[in-house]
T-cell receptor, first 112, second 115 residues
Framework: GQQLNQSPQSMFIQEGEDVSMNCTSS?????WLWYKQDPGEGPVLLIA?????ELTSNGRLTAQFGITRKDSFLNISASIPSDVGIYFC????????????FGSGTQLTVLP | NAGVTQTPKFQVLKTGQSMTLQCAQD?????MYWYRQDPGMGLRLIYY???????DKGEVPNGYNVSRLNKREFSLRLESAAPSQTSVYFC??????????????FGSGTRLTVV
């Protein structure tokens, strides 16, 4: 089945630093989505990407849909304490019964 | 708006016991999903329901059964719990099976421990 490799698995950064994480796949996806999971909660959608090469921002977050359609990255600028959580990428194949394939997550810790 | 509501939030079971995890959504979504989350393994699909009256297996269906009771509710049943089923379980919904386009809305999870 389809698999996503998400890296890094965990990050410890200082408040104010920028963060970058990415997902790669051996399969092509039609959609890339990025979710954030706060401690004790379910994942919440941050950004959705629909076209190869697309660059989309949501506040301090910027995500890109790779031109090969096999990868995506997420950048967070000027991190703040509330950025702490697990970030998941998800690849979507319209028409597939499985719909979304999730990466294993990046655990982000922001140090004061 | 409540979105996706899961009950219970926490549960401890003894090996061999059965239980049902409840999920309800109030967004008039057609498709619903059950995932389990284990450390370092992301979210793995257990079962999904494309629409009321249909259910299908996902990646890891063994040991589980589901019921799509109506459009709002989708329950997950463990008939004979095993320690390997210790996990966090998430229910999610999307407007249709084109959830890959819209994304899913997740509940806050059920943390299950089987001893």
């Amino acid at each position: 089945g389809q698999q996503l490799n998400q890296s890094p698995q965990s990050m410890f950064i200082q408040e104010g630093e920028d963060v970058s994480m990415n997902c790669t796949s051996s399969s092509i996806f039609n959609t890339w989505l990025w979710y954030k999971q706060d401690p004790g909660e379910g994942p919440v959608l941050l950004i959705a990407l629909y076209k190869a090469g697309e660059l989309t921002s949501n506040g301090r977050l910027t995500a890109q849909f790779g031109i090969t359609r096999k990868d995506s990255f997420l950048n967070i600028s000027a991190s703040i304490p509330s950025d702490v959580g697990i970030y998941f990428c998800a690849g979507g194949s319209s028409g597939s019964a499985r719909q979304l394939t999730f990466g294993s997550g990046t655990q982000l810790t922001v140090l004061p | 708006n409540a979105g996706v509501t899961q009950t219970p939030k926490f549960q401890v079971l003894k090996t061999g016991q059965s239980m049902t995890l409840q999920c309800a959504q109030d967004m008039n979504h057609n498709s619903m999903y059950w995932y389990r989350q284990d450390p370092g393994m992301g979210l793995r699909l257990i079962y999904y329901s494309a629409s009321e009256g249909t259910t299908d297996k996902g990646e890891v269906p063994n040991g589980y059964n589901v019921s799509r009771l109506n459009k709002r509710e989708f329950s997950l049943r463990l008939e004979s719990a095993a320690p390997s089923q210790t996990s966090v379980y998430f229910c999610a919904s999307s407007p249709s099976l084109q959830g890959a386009y819209y994304g899913y809305t997740f509940g806050s999870g059920t943390r299950l421990t089987v001893v």
